[in-house]
């Protein structure tokens, strides 16, 4: 059985190979092709965990050694594979909705010269997302992590020749790599503590080496995180990425990609277990973000950035979780699960919008679109219900259970990070009632678009419904399965372990209070764009409305700092290399010989007879040593 | 005595450089084939001697000695270790892709034709004009014999004639062979070609001479030029050095290896002779040639003077951090393609005497794989960027724009070379940068933590460049540029396989790598810093 691990990695890298290396020939079938080796993926996938299942609890883990990598004295780096319940979770999800977006791809890019190689794409993107959570040491993981950075790189900046596309694309990648220096530090330092990088021994051994050490080693992961997972600081990619084709940021968002920071903190759950302080950041660090997602959420028209914004939230809400401990590992996972089917199901539901309304992104230009996009509205509403926690729904059984391990933690810490994850379910419920009302309520607002084309809103073909139809019912089901004898802890635990906590308020008062949150947030909404007609143009806005449009000036800061900070560094630099070090060097050899003068000279033409003279007196010097030997 | 594979080796291309000037005028295709044919028959020789070596045998093997310079005590004398082969292999892999890359780099150039064939007074001018195509495949040749001889030559001196040597024909490949792709005068770019070229030459002579008066106070010293001998006799004892003696003759070596590296500041004739030279010729300097200093490092300052080397570790680890981050920012800040590649080798060098000199297993094993890995990624980078340049007679990146929507699989690749530079895991360099890094960090975890950022910079440089060349909207310029051909297609191939397959399967590099970089730790006599917990196997 374990001889399948491989093939769950090598079926998509194969796909995305034969599809980059192929010629035109594959223009006609290469997204079947594609498809089809996703699909593969996950029926092998289904066939591990249906295994998995039939075995105890404690004896689930399987492992596959492939071969030695980098094998240099004192160090040693395998290709090899673990999958346990929290790997099994992972794979699942990510070929498994990775799938359905590949089908739903289809249709969506069928007007694209270059679908195959968007299709090639899509396969790397699942081949080193599956690596990512497959690899049994960090170093394996690394390469997964990279790859998941390379797809996302040509995936939002797959329409190159729009400059801001290739721009995003670009930044994507550098905020990725100023996390990966975390996870390299990380690794450099497990080899020093540890002599080792692979996931059992560390993690066994941790409680051999000081807490100062295990602290330095989880803020390190903790930065790799927050770069793969937009969180802040490293969160300024996620918004610009958008101008990749919508079925990208499905992927990036709901199986792939953000999700991969949850996955390293909880995989490495031993470290931070040992690291208190580290643990806070991790903590500080979700539930900043998941308010600056969902305040940068609220300002946005455009619709996949509202989503983006969103997205940044509801992992904030994972890290807060993951930081929280054992309290908290379970809920991290079983949130992004569940916000896997919503947030597929919603950008899915964006880009069918989009495909209807002649590419137009800003839901100030869309309004009663339900009536001409059944389908569209119905699973876009129960992914809707779904985000903003519902009760029965999804989201409503992974978000509460959040809260509460938030409050569970105890001591002021624990109410405050309560009631943080509190007022972000208020303002969700806030942001994403207004996303539905704009889009599908209200009157029309539709306008012609620059070629002077006016929209004719129809339903999306059915390779794009059908996905959605699907990740709605995971959307409304999910949750409550999991829920249900506490399945998904129970299945988690052995991996993650779980602690429930002491929580000052009983789990009734937080979902009671979760209830009266949601409700003020619609409520809000609601008065706000459904009794009230929405501009088309947008109102000027408070202070903190506009700040919150420029993504709260995030990328003014970048500017400023880096951008024109770099710029001044690298321009001084060249002159200081062109003049001063050239200079320098020139001068002290000036100096030793006078020869200053003669590059002067020399310059002016005399190379060619000084460069005969050169060999000439090389060749006398030799002759003069063979000579010599023959005296 | 058996069949001398190494001297064969090293002569084969020798003698084919011989035979390559000598083809009539006319028949410059031929010298092109012959070229060709011999790069790969030594290419064949050098797999020989990589399947002949057995890396857990002797350290030196398939060695040759004889008596060459009696009354100086100079000996003919040749042997490999783990490290030579490797370099060896790079050497007489890279040079058939170069001579392949440039076949068309040294044909009469249509401008001289057509004043030739007008006969006016300018051909007398322009002191360039002349292409000898034979004279540019018989300097390539020439160029790879000595610098396979300088990787076997266990007597110093031997290696101190092939290491000055070889600046010949690389003076004239640099100033003979130009960029035809140069922004300014015809005149303007010749003279700036020659100022390449003497600046190239004269640095690379300074370092020279002084590395002359250090082999002459070595002999002084030890009484003769032996490398094996001289570190026997200093490792039992018998070759006493006085400290402060050490010490100069291991700066001396050290300056010119430094040089030729290069390391900052003796840098800058390289981005000049890069900029200048052909793409071709530009790699047989960075790939090829400045790997000479490196590997020099290794076996002549480590195993002759340990204890100097030691000694000057701290201020060489900051020039090397130096060259790291300074290469890197330089190469952001560039406006020529050519110069851009130059400064990121300068940024990579510094990792590869970086990982030299931190004195672990994993930084020198990596600093080994490192000179492998760049010659491979430099070569796809820079050959595919000379292919660019070709097609639209550029060097300057605002030139160019939305090249990947007319020439899809040329962007693909180059796009690949620079993933390559940027070391992205799953490709080759990764695996050294990653092994020179915990190397570092190993010892001196600041320095460590300071190089990486290198990782972060090298990303913005070659993603910038992409970014600038190949995405965008077309240019009208570019807009009927070609896809690249057959013959270029050759080219790149294997040099991305191999970037990938040595990526994903490094272990035939690291274990003909290991025990050599053993011996060297044991020449230094440093231990590797122990893990702090002993883990759980």
């Known amino acids: ?631 | 005595m058996s069949f001398p594979l190494l001297t064969a080796t090293a002569a084969l291309p020798a003698v084919g450089a011989i035979v390559t000037a000598a083809v009539p005028a006319a028949r410059r295709t031929a010298a092109k084939w012959l070229a060709l044919l011999v790069s790969l028959a030594t290419l064949a020789l050098a797999v020989t001697v990589l399947v002949r070596f057995d890396p857990d045998g002797d350290r030196y093997q398939l060695t040759e000695s004889r008596a060459w310079i009696a009354d100086f005590g100079v000996r003919y004398e040749l042997g490999v270790d783990g490290i030579g082969v490797a370099l060896i292999g790079l050497t007489a892999l890279l040079i058939p892709f170069i001579i392949l890359a440039g076949w068309h780099d040294a044909d009469p150039s249509p401008s001289s034709q057509l004043r030739s064939s007008r006969g006016g007074p300018n051909e007398t001018k322009a002191p360039y004009k002349w292409r000898p195509t034979q004279g540019f495949f018989a300097l390539i040749l020439a160029v790879e014999a000595m610098v396979i001889i300088s990787f076997e030559a266990t007597d110093v001196f031997l290696f101190y004639i092939f290491f000055e040597a070889m600046l010949i024909p690389m003076y004239f490949l640099i100033g003979g062979f130009g960029d035809r792709a140069h922004a300014g005068s015809d005149e303007n770019a010749s003279a700036q070609r020659s100022y390449a070229a003497v600046k190239f030459l004269l640095y690379n002579l300074v370092g020279g001479l002084i590395m002359l008066a250090a082999v002459i106070g070595l002999y002084v010293v030890a009484g003769n030029f032996s490398l094996q001998e001289i570190a026997e006799a200093r490792a039992n004892g018998t070759l006493d050095m006085a400290t402060n003696t050490e010490r100069l003759l291991f700066l001396g070596f050290f300056f010119a290896f430094a040089v030729k590296a290069p390391l900052w500041p003796l840098h800058t004739w390289l981005p000049n002779a890069m900029g200048e030279a052909t793409a071709p010729v530009a790699v047989l300097i960075t790939a090829v040639v400045d790997k000479v200093g490196t590997f020099a490092m290794l076996r002549f300052c480590l195993g002759l003077f340990p204890e100097a080397s030691k000694w000057a570790t701290p201020v060489i680890l900051v020039l090397a951090l130096i060259s790291i981050i300074y290469g890197a920012l330089l190469a952001v800040g560039q406006r020529d393609i050519k110069r851009l590649v130059a400064y990121a080798s300068i940024s990579h060098f510094g990792f590869i005497i970086l990982g030299i000199f931190v004195m672990t297993s994993q930084g020198q094993s990596g600093a080994t794989l490192y000179m492998v890995n760049h010659g491979i990624s430099t070569a796809a980078l820079m050959l595919v960027a000379g292919f660019l340049i070709s097609r639209r007679g550029s060097r300057l990146i605002a030139d160019y724009g939305g090249v990947q929507k007319v020439a899809p699989v040329l962007a693909g690749t180059f796009l690949i070379g620079g993933l390559a530079t940027l070391s992205l895991p799953g490709l080759a360099p990764f695996v050294s940068e990653f092994l020179v890094l915990v190397g570092a960090f190993a010892r001196y975890p600041v320095v460590g933590i300071i190089a990486t950022v290198g990782i972060v910079l090298a990303a913005l440089y070659t993603l910038v460049l992409y970014q600038r060349t190949m995405t965008g909207p077309v240019k009208p310029e570019v807009s009927a540029m070609p896809d690249l051909r057959v013959r270029e297609l050759v080219v790149v191939a294997p040099l991305i396989a191999l970037l990938i397959g040595l990526g994903v399967y490094p272990k035939p590099l690291t274990e003909l790598v290991n025990p050599a970089v053993e011996h060297t730790m044991s020449d230094v006599q440093k231990k590797d810093p122990q893990p702090e917990v002993e883990a759980a196997k």
């Open chain 1, 1 to 631: 059985m374990e001889n399948l691990i491989a093939l769950l990695v090598a079926a998509p890298l194969l796909g995305a190979a034969v599809l980059l290396c192929g010629g035109r020939a594959l223009d006609r079938a290469g997204h079947w092709l594609g498809t089809l080796l996703a699909a593969a993926s996950f029926v092998i996938a289904v066939v591990l965990f249906t295994d998995m299942l039939g075995k105890g609890a404690e004896e689930r883990t399987l492992s596959q050694h492939l071969f030695s990598w980098i094998p240099v004295e004192g160090f040693q780096a395998d290709v090899a594979f673990q999958l346990d319940q929290l790997s099994m979770t992972f794979v699942l999800l990510i070929s498994g909705v990775g799938t359905l977006i590949h089908v739903y791809s289809i249709g969506y890019m069928e007007h694209d010269e270059r679908r195959r190689r968007f299709f090639g794409y899509l396969n790397l993107f699942l081949a080193a997302m599956l690596l990512l959570v497959l690899a049994d040491n960090y170093l394996l993981l690394y390469v997964g992590w990279e790859g998941v950075g390379l797809a996302s790189y040509l995936l939002i900046g797959f329409w190159q020749h729009k400059p801001s596309a290739a721009t995003a694309a670009k930044k994507a990648f550098l905020v990725n790599r100023v996390g990966d220096v975390g996870l390299s530090i990380a690794i450099m330092l497990m080899f020093t503590t540890f002599g080792t990088f692979a996931f059992g021994p560390v993690l066994e051994a941790t409680g051999q080496t000081s807490e100062g050490k295990l602290t330095a080693i989880g803020l390190m992961l903790l930065l790799a995180a927050c770069g793969k997972s937009a969180q802040v600081p490293l969160q300024s990619w996620l918004g610009d990425a958008m101008e990749g084709p919508t079925p990208v940021s499905a992927l990036i968002h709901a199986a792939t990609m953000v999700t991969a920071g949850v996955y390293l903190i909880v995989r490495s759950g031993a470290i931070f277990n040992g690291a208190p302080d580290a643990q806070l950041v991790v903590t500080i660090v979700g539930a900043v973000t998941l308010l600056f997602g969902a305040i940068v959420g609220c300002a946005k028209d455009d619709i996949k950035k509202a989503l983006a914004g969103s997205t940044m939230s509801q992992i904030g809400y994972m890290i807060l979780a993951a930081g929280l401990g054992p309290i908290g590992y379970v809920f991290a996972i079983m949130h992004l699960v569940t916000h896997g089917f919503f947030k597929a199901g919603l950008f899915l539901g964006a880009g069918s919008v989009m495909h209807g309304m002649n590419d137009e992104v800003d839901m100030r230009k869309y309004g009663g679109l339900r009536k001409y996009m059944p389908v569209t509205f119905v699973t876009f509403g129960l992914g809707y219900l779904a985000i903003i926690g519902f009760p029965g729904l999804s989201g409503f059984f992974s978000k509460d259970k959040i809260i509460e391990a938030a409050f569970a933690k105890g001591g002021t810490e624990g109410w405050l990070l309560g009631s943080v994850a509190l007022l972000g379910a208020a303002i969700t419920a806030y942001y994403m009632t207004r996303v539905m009302i704009m889009t599908f309520f209200g009157d029309k607002r539709w306008q012609p678009d620059a070629d002077g084309h006016a929209p004719h809103p129809h339903e999306s073909p059915k390779s794009m419904t059908i996905p959605m139809i699907v990740l709605a019912f995971g959307s409304v089901f999910a949750g409550g399965f999991f829920s249900i004898g506490d399945r998904f802890m129970h299945w988690l635990e052995p991996v993650t372990r779980h602690d429930h906590g002491n929580s000052p308020l009983s789990a009734a008062t937080v979902t009671g209070a979760t209830m009266v949150v949601l409700v003020i947030g619609v409520a809000l909404a609601y008065v706000q764009y459904g009794r009230r007609p929405v501009p088309v143009t947008a109102p000027r806005g408070s202070l903190l409305t506009r700040a919150a449009r420029r993504d709260l000036l995030q990328d003014d800061f970048n500017h400023v700092v880096l951008v024109r900070g770099g710029e001044h560094l690298t321009r001084s630099l060249v002159y200081v290399d062109h003049s001063l070090v050239d200079g320098v060097v020139n001068g002290t050899a000036a100096s030793m010989g006078g020869l200053s003068g003669r590059l002067r000279k020399l310059q002016n033409g005399y190379a060619r007879s000084y460069a005969v003279s050169m060999f000439g007196g090389a060749a006398v010097l030799i002759a003069a040593t063979l000579l010599m030997r023959a005296v």
